[in-house]
Nanobody
Framework: QVQLKESGGGLVQAGGSLRLSCAAS????????IGWYRQVSGKQRELVAT???????NYADSVTGRFTISRDNTKNTVYLQMNSLKPEDTAVYYC??????????????WGQGTQVTVSS
């Protein structure tokens, strides 16, 4: 298992920036992919950005060019730098980790979420 703890959310004006952090502990050596999802009340959780052990990244079309995901392996921490924020970015942001247990089996773990609110 791993434990994931997000931080860095808050209230900002449109055009501003925030940096989210996700600190992982436990069986971090089994993490295959780690990243961020977000959820608006009444809607399903959606992918924002992910990064693999090899460093490859994947972004949602809506955030490409504005958000950057990165890792600090020494600290077992993943970051999401969010620039040029828009009101439609308002959501609860969740850290997610996919752990590899075999060639065909993975388990997903989630943090508690952190609120990001962007005012117009």
């Amino acid at each position: 298992q791993v434990q994931l703890k997000e931080s860095g959310g808050g209230l900002v004006q449109a055009g501003g920036s925030l940096r989210l952090s996700c600190a992982a502990s436990g069986s971090t050596n089994r993490i295959n992919v780690i990243g961020w999802y977000r959820q608006v009340s009444g809607k399903q959780r959606e992918l924002v950005a992910t990064i693999s052990n090899g460093g490859s990244t994947n972004y949602a079309d809506s955030v490409t060019g504005r958000f950057t995901i990165s890792r600090d392996n020494t600290k077992n921490t993943v970051y999401l730098q969010m620039n040029s924020l828009k009101p439609e970015d308002t959501a609860v942001y969740y850290c997610n980790a996919d752990l590899r247990y075999s060639a065909t089996a993975v388990s997903r773990y989630w943090g508690q979420g952190t609120q990001v609110t962007v005012s117009s």
